[in-house]
């Protein structure tokens, strides 16, 4: 079979609209993938608690709402694309700031995986597409 005869691609009415052409996930059997999921709210170019500079760099931005919202876009793509939050199974996380921002992003995850832990990796980049401070990438295990 052809990659494509086996693969379905979710697009969310209510999650971030994508910055590139890419769907939201994937499905490819019982596994489904997440593109990189930001904090952006759908139909909004401007990031919650992000303030930029004339030339637009981030001059001051609120972490803690920025995890919220990213944890709430995941959780839209999961649920229209046919899986629950509880059927993570690993999660990659992008942050521009370790130093500053792990604390918080570690004491937040712990919060809302207290009873399902899926794998997780965290990595720190020097910037992501869009002015945002976090992104997370997951796979997650679709019954049926």
């Known amino acids: 079979m052809k990659a494509e ?4 691609a979710h ?3 209510r999650a971030p609209e994508p910055v590139g052409l890419y769907p939201h996930a994937r499905r490819v059997g019982q596994l489904l993938f997440l593109s990189g999921v930001g904090p952006r709210q759908r139909g909004q170019v401007a990031v919650p608690g992000v303030e930029l500079d004339e030339a637009g760099r981030i001059l001051r931005y609120d972490f803690e709402s920025q995890c919220h919202a990213v944890f709430q876009n995941v959780r839209y793509i999961l649920e229209e694309a046919g899986a629950r939050w509880e059927d ?18 570690n004491r937040l995850y712990a919060e809302y ?3 399902s832990q899926p794998c997780r990796t965290t990595v720190e980049i020097n910037c992501l597409p869009t ?4 992104e997370l990438k997951c796979i997650a ?3 049926g």
């Open 141 to 143: 295990v679709v019954a």
């Open 131 to 134: 002015p945002i401070a976090i």
């Open 11 to 13: 697009h969310s009415s």
């Open 88 to 105: 993570l199974v690993d999660v990659t996380v992008f942050l521009t700031n370790m130093q500053a921002d792990f604390a918080t992003y």
């Open 113 to 115: 995986f207290a009873t």
């Open 5 to 8: 005869e086996t693969s379905v």
